[in-house]
């Protein structure tokens, strides 16, 4: 099983080093690897994600763990250049790198070179050589807001390489009761609740957003529609409710923002009532659409939402939902989120909406937004839920510091 997970992992070097010829992100995936120094360090603590919202899943325990371990310097990888290239300056870590291919001497040579005291990996990203080599040094491997499902290779008649990863994991601190129960399973007992730090993140920001000046502009007193971290088939639903709806204010945020994505949403949506952000200073009262062209607004924007569109659940699955729901405010996504625990949470809750087409959204959205009492009582749900779910990093630091 070890030699076909090699030629696994080279074979998947080999198809995005092809696509790379052609594809911006796949180049970055492989040139980033390419010329990185990995700095040589006394001692670390390395922080891993595999993108940017495992990133910001992870954060209030990075903060945590810079605040209270200032005798380690603090390492990030990142397996993505969707986290990499966003965060390769954060002050929170004193160096930060894609994480190399996963083969045995990449792996004893990058963990020989930062040193680390502890590893801790958030969610997911399991990788056999690091985790051997942290075995093998014994250095306490963490996983945090861990969650599983039946249906995963670890759990497969033919998964058995991918659970003697799982027993070379220190300590498991998962997000629900059916992801320890799986792990008992499958003989692992190391293994806590905590939660998931996504509620300590989101509710962290929305007691203090960022102020958005033009945004409170442009919502002028008018309730407004958020659709956040959308791709083309939520967009494309988009301009019939808009035009449904010529009482609110529509904010869309895109997933990717090139010019091309750009343009391709500005043309679907009335052109004298659309504003690009870009654009701002341009901002009249018959604006009624703004779209954001740049990365890093949206979780400030949903203070000022009254409804939330959230991306993705025409793909391959939904973006961040507690984002919005931490502010308040009901959320309604495309088919595709039972792999998230807290969107079916917030459906079961009826604070969560999914939507399978046009006629769904206008149903599901339109009764949200003609009903001021069901929108409130939603609202009220989701921030409830939010707040009563927070604590999962004091449990981990409090872990970390009886035994680090």
């Known amino acids: 099983m070890l030699l076909l997970y090699n030629i696994g992992i080279n074979l998947y070097y080999t198809l995005v080093y092809i696509v790379s010829l052609y594809k911006n992100k796949a180049k970055l995936w492989i040139n980033g690897r390419k010329h990185q120094q ?10 891993h994600f595999a993108s940017l919202g495992e990133f910001e899943q992870g954060r209030p325990v990075l903060e945590a763990v810079k605040a209270g371990y200032p005798q380690h310097k603090i ?3 990142f397996f993505s250049p969707s986290g990499y290239e966003p965060r390769k300056t954060t002050t929170l870590a004193d160096a930060v790198y894609y994480l190399p291919l996963d083969t045995a001497g990449n792996a004893r040579k990058f963990i020989g070179a930062i040193n680390p005291v502890m590893a801790i990996f958030t969610k997911y990203e399991y990788w056999y050589h690091f985790f051997n080599e942290l075995h093998g040094r014994h250095i306490p491997l963490y996983i945090i807001s861990g969650i599983f499902r039946p249906g995963q290779v670890f759990f497969k008649w033919y998964g058995g390489l991918h659970r003697k990863m799982l027993k070379m994991v220190t300590w498991y601190f998962v997000q629900d009761i059916s992801s320890k129960h799986l ?21 962290a920001n929305a007691q203090q ?19 956040g971290s959308t791709w083309p088939q939520d967009e ?3 301009p019939d409710l808009i035009k449904e709806h010529p009482h609110w204010k529509f904010i869309i945020a895109p997933h990717e923002i090139g010019e091309n994505k750009i343009d391709g949403l500005v043309n679907i949506l009335p ?10 200073s341009n901002l009249t009262s018959q604006i009624s659409c703004l779209i954001i062209d740049n990365i890093g607004m949206l979780s400030s924007l949903y203070q000022y939402a009254d409804i939330a569109y959230i991306g993705g659940g025409f793909g391959s699955g939904i973006h961040n939902t507690l984002e919005a729901a931490a502010f308040g405010m009901p959320v309604i996504f495309g088919p595709k989120y039972d792999k998230f625990k807290e969107a079916r949470d917030l459906v079961e809750l009826k604070a969560g909406f999914s939507i399978n087409s046009q006629d769904e959204l206008n149903r599901v959205a339109g009764s949200l937004m003609n009903d001021g009492a069901a929108r409130y009582a939603a609202a009220v749900i989701a921030k409830n839920y939010v707040e009563q779910n927070v604590g ?9 510091k009886e035994r680090h």
């Open 38 to 47: 990995v700095q040589q360090l006394e001692s670390s603590i390395w922080f």
């Open 75 to 77: 390492v990030i990888t």
């Open 183 to 203: 792990l008992h399973d499958a003989g692992i007992t190391n293994v806590t609740i905590s939660g998931d730090t996504r509620f300590d993140r989101v509710w």
């Open 209 to 227: 957003p960022r102020s958005l000046k033009y945004v409170a502009e442009f919502k002028n007193g008018q309730p407004l529609f958020i659709a």
């Open 236 to 238: 494309a639903l988009l």
């Open 271 to 280: 052109k004298e009532t659309t504003l690009r952000f870009s654009q701002i």
């Open 392 to 400: 999962a990093t004091e449990a981990i630091i409090t872990y970390l």
